[in-house]
């Protein structure tokens, strides 16, 4: 765990990648059973793609990992996640903590858009609790924005609303933000669906530059995007009488390539979902 040292940015005191697995997961919304002892391990360094059709469970399955499902009301979760080898779930746990060192970007783009682009990245810190000096914040925010790809394109115009740039710079201002506190794990729910395919490429780029500095685990309904940006793959898949589960996992090559389920050959090779 990061520990935040008075006057220094969270990015200059670790560098340790951590990864994430989860045991036997099932989840409810009510009485309705989402997913079904779901337990997969995401490689720390690595990009993790969570692919299958839509309403089988992903990103639920994504919320757990940060304690998000939580919010929801009625929802249940029984299994672990763990976090070097913790359960986040555990009590005593902080969600706030768990969170902080667990981050989200969601499907669209949701930066402060009367807040300015600097600011906007600096809010991640306030929202964590976590303090730098005055000094140090003018580096943070350069840093976080050159590790989500976007510093070339905006660092003229840190003042202006972070509302007035496009689609897909807002997008990754929103990754800028969550790499501001320093996560050691990365969640990205659909992050392209809503963009265009300039855009799509671009934070693609931005997820390869971030691999291998900390850990990513992707939703996508984009197969070549899968393949493109991962080196592990899980699918999922769900019935009208079956909650979600995992069907098959491993590398993506494999996935792709050398499927052991008939199921996921259908479903990559597009003949179903």
Same mark, same amino acid.
């Given at each position: 765990?990061?520990?935040?040292?008075?006057?220094?940015?969270?990015?200059?005191?670790?560098?340790?990648?951590?990864?994430?697995?989860?045991?036997?997961?099932?989840?409810?919304?009510?009485?309705?059973?989402?997913?079904?002892?779901?337990?997969?391990?995401?490689?720390?360094?690595?990009?993790?793609?969570?692919?299958?059709?839509?309403?089988?469970?992903?990103?639920?399955?994504?919320?757990?990992?940060?304690?998000?499902?939580?919010?929801?009301?009625?929802?249940?979760?029984?299994?672990?996640?763990?976090?070097?080898?913790?359960?986040?779930?555990?009590?005593?746990?902080?969600?706030?903590?768990?969170?902080?060192?667990?981050?989200?970007?969601?499907?669209?783009?949701?930066?402060?858009?009367?807040?300015?682009?600097?600011?906007?990245?600096?809010?991640?810190?306030?929202?964590?609790?976590?303090?730098?000096?005055?000094?140090?914040?003018?580096?943070?925010?350069?840093?976080?924005?050159?590790?989500?790809?976007?510093?070339? *394109?905006?660092? !003229? =115009? %840190?003042?202006?609303?972070?509302?007035?740039?496009?689609?897909? $710079?807002? #997008? @990754?201002?929103?990754?800028?933000?969550?790499?501001?506190?320093?996560?050691?794990?990365?969640?990205?729910?659909?992050?392209?669906?809503?963009?265009?395919?300039?855009?799509?490429?671009?934070?693609?780029?931005?997820?390869? *530059?971030?691999? !291998? =500095? %900390?850990?990513?685990?992707?939703?996508?309904?984009?197969?070549? $995007?899968? #393949? @493109?940006?991962?080196?592990?793959?899980?699918?999922?898949?769900?019935?009208?009488?079956?909650?979600?589960?995992?069907?098959?996992?491993?590398?993506?090559?494999?996935?792709?390539?050398?499927?052991?389920?008939?199921?996921?050959?259908?479903?990559?090779?597009?003949?179903?979902?």
């Amino acid at each position: 765990m990061t520990t935040t040292v008075p006057g220094q940015p969270p990015a200059a005191q670790s560098d340790r990648l951590s990864g994430l697995e989860t045991r036997d997961i099932s989840a409810w919304f009510g009485s309705h059973k989402v997913l079904e002892r779901v337990s997969l391990s995401m490689a720390a360094g690595e990009v993790t793609a969570l692919i299958g059709p839509s309403g089988c469970g992903k990103s639920t399955y994504l919320r757990i990992l940060n304690r998000m499902h939580e919010m929801v009301r009625g929802a249940q979760l029984a299994g672990e996640v763990l976090l070097e080898g913790e359960d986040v779930y555990a009590h005593g746990r902080r969600p706030a903590e768990v969170r902080r060192r667990i981050g989200m970007v969601f499907q669209r783009p949701n930066p402060f858009p009367a807040m300015s682009i600097a600011d906007n990245v600096a809010s991640g810190l306030k929202l964590a609790g976590i303090k730098v000096s005055r000094e140090h914040r003018a580096h943070l925010i350069e840093e976080s924005l050159r590790r989500a790809g976007l510093w070339n *394109e905006v660092s !003229g =115009r %840190l003042g202006t609303p972070g509302g007035a740039l496009s689609g897909g $710079q807002q #997008q @990754r201002l929103c990754i800028a933000r969550s790499l501001a506190v320093e996560p050691e794990i990365l969640l990205m729910d659909e992050p392209c669906s809503a963009l265009d395919p300039t855009s799509t490429r671009r934070v693609e780029e931005t997820i390869a *530059e971030l691999r !291998g =500095r %900390l850990t990513i685990v992707i939703v996508t309904h984009n197969m070549q $995007q899968a #393949q @493109r940006v991962s080196q592990s793959c899980a699918f999922f898949l769900a019935s009208h009488d079956t909650p979600g589960r995992i069907v098959e996992a491993g590398p993506t090559e494999q996935i792709f390539g050398r499927p052991a389920d008939q199921r996921t050959a259908d479903y990559v090779n597009g003949r179903f979902g």
